[in-house]
């Protein structure tokens, strides 16, 4: 089965830093690309970053650019986004997801989720 | 920069059929895109519905299906039922590793 489960979530002041990690099981990890996506309180998703199999193509929505990392280690079978100079508008729930094998861009498997929460 | 429209919220009757769209600021949605559509209760994860503009997930009832319509994806709902009440997200594939997604649609079924 396949499973992802994020964790690394809490209460951070602007202008900290935080990192999120997602461990994946019941599926070759180091094959698949993988993404974050997030959903402040109330709001709708808003896709954040994509990193590919092994690590060499990334890519970042323009609102966290600069500011956030995606990465892998395929050998933990695990995701990681650091999340550096936050702001209150990055308060989210943040989701792991796998983009689906085949070129059809979409995302076929989702983490439960982990709350960042940005405030003084 | 590129904004994914939806309707805020549709209603639909028990039984009825609704169709959910998906547009973008400029120009016009084609199978190019990709279109996907996610459903979300409150407090869960999305779960794939419909990926590749009409291709549905693993398990996905055959009521969902998704098209083209006009310059918009779609998303209809044939024969509605009360669990089908959720928030419903499109997204679409802009190209160099770029995914937006929509406002998203809360479907209420009454």
């Known amino acids: 089965e396949v499973q992802m489960v994020e964790s690394g979530g809490g209460l951070v002041q602007p202008g900290g830093s935080l990192r999120l990690s997602c461990a994946a099981s019941?599926?070759?990890?180091?094959?698949?690309?993988m993404h974050w996506v997030r959903q402040a309180p109330g709001k709708g998703l808003m896709w954040v970053s994509r990193?590919?199999?092994?690590?060499?193509?990334?890519s970042y929505a323009d609102s966290v650019k600069g500011r956030f990392t995606i990465s892998r280690d395929n050998a933990k079978n695990t995701l990681y986004l650091q999340m550096n100079s936050l702001r209150a508008e990055d308060t989210a729930v943040y989701y792991c997801?796998?983009?689906?094998?085949?070129?059809?861009?979409?995302?076929?498997?989702w983490g439960q989720g982990t709350l960042v929460t940005v405030s003084s | 920069q590129t904004v994914v429209t939806q309707e805020p919220s549709f209603s639909v009757s028990p039984g009825g059929t609704v169709t959910l769209t998906c547009a973008l600021s400029?120009?016009?949605?084609?199978?190019?895109?990709?279109p996907s559509w996610y459903q979300q209760t409150p407090g869960q994860a999305p779960r794939t519905l419909i990926y590749?503009?009409?291709t549905r997930s693993s398990g996905v009832p055959d009521r969902f299906s998704g098209s083209i319509l006009g310059n918009k994806a779609a998303l209809t709902i044939t024969g509605a039922q009360a669990d089908d009440e959720s928030d419903y997200y499109c997204?679409?594939?802009?190209?160099?590793?770029?995914?937006?997604f929509g406002g998203g649609t809360k479907l209420t079924v009454l």
């Open positions: 590749s503009t009409n």
């Open positions: 997204v679409l594939y802009m190209g160099s590793g770029i995914w937006v």
């Open positions: 400029s120009g016009s949605v084609s199978t190019s895109y990709y």
């Open positions: 990193i590919n199999s092994v690590g060499s193509r990334i």
């Open positions: 019941g599926f070759t990890f180091s094959s698949y690309w």
């Open positions: 997801a796998r983009e689906s094998d085949g070129y059809n861009w979409d995302f076929d498997y």
